[in-house]
């Protein structure tokens, strides 16, 4: 059997990354059953009733080690038990009926790992004040090196909406622990040699609560993290594994 054969009858694992979503986490998981073979959180110690929530819909459920949402997506990638994984985040920002699109890439073999596009699929978020004018400003920033560094065109690097292949992202071997392993990701994925692209998913304004992001403590460790990938890491090659 060939790989695009083999790749078309892959099965997905959801993973959703979260903590303190009471919220919106019911509402995000029922959404999201049709669409995985295997649905896990992933819990970043929440001190509200989201634990509780997620054990009404008897799905898996761990903890990450406490430092952050990068945590999260490692323990997520070494625990799914199939080959793509599909990574939304648990404010209800993400459109759920989009999955099947993030997933077709990979299972045709056209792509390695996929990210969702606010800037093709539309955004509620985008603009709609200084912070989030700060946050798109910085994010083109970081889209505009990758493009270059790696000559692609891609129009959304930091979206955590995406699907992976597993084995991919397990073996590009992620370290960050905070909200930088998507950029992360990408530019590992890029330097290896993988196949990333975008499709179009629109963003909604998260339905409870405020963001945990905040610029003010992150910008720094963005702009590091992208200039010792962009500027200072030699390319290297795939690996051997036909996936």
């Known amino acids: 059997m060939d790989i695009k054969s083999l790749r078309s009858k892959w099965k997905v694992s959801i993973i959703i990354p979260t903590k303190n979503e009471e ?8 959404k999201i059953k049709p669409y995985g073979d295997e649905i896990i959180v992933i819990d970043g110690h929440s ?7 997620v054990k009404k819909h008897r799905i898996k459920f761990f903890l990450d080690n ?19 994984v599909v990574f939304i985040d648990a404010d209800g920002s993400h459109e759920p009926k989009d999955i099947p699109k993030l997933i077709k890439p990979i299972r045709e073999d056209i792509a390695d790992l996929v990210i969702g596009s606010r800037m093709t699929g539309g955004s509620d978020e985008l603009f709609s004040d200084f912070y989030e004018f700060i946050r798109l400003t910085g994010s083109m920033i970081i889209n505009l ?5 790696w000559n692609v065109r891609l129009s959304d690097t930091q979206n ?6 597993r084995d991919i992202g397990r ?54 993290n992208m200039m010792r990938f962009v500027f200072l890491s030699p390319s290297k090659k795939k690996f051997f594994k036909k996936f």
Not at 47 to 53: G, H, Q
Not at 67 to 83: C, F, H
Not at 145 to 149: S, V
Not at 174 to 202: D, F, W
């Open 23 to 30: 919220e919106t986490i019911d509402e995000v998981l029922t």
């Open 47 to 53: 001190s509200d009733n989201t634990k509780k929530i």
């Open 66 to 84: 406490g430092k952050g949402k990068g945590a999260a997506v490692r323990l997520g990638l070494e625990i799914a038990s199939n080959p793509i």
């Open 145 to 149: 090196a990758i493009n270059y560094r």
């Open 160 to 165: 955590g909406f995406r699907a992976i292949v």
């Open 171 to 224: 073996y590009i071997k992620l370290t960050a622990n905070s909200t930088t392993i998507e950029q992360e990701m990408v530019m590992k994925c890029l330097n290896y040699g993988y196949r990333v692209i975008n499709v179009p998913s629109h963003e909604y304004k998260r339905k409870g609560g405020e963001s945990k992001i905040l610029v003010s403590k992150v910008w720094l460790a963005y702009v590091w």
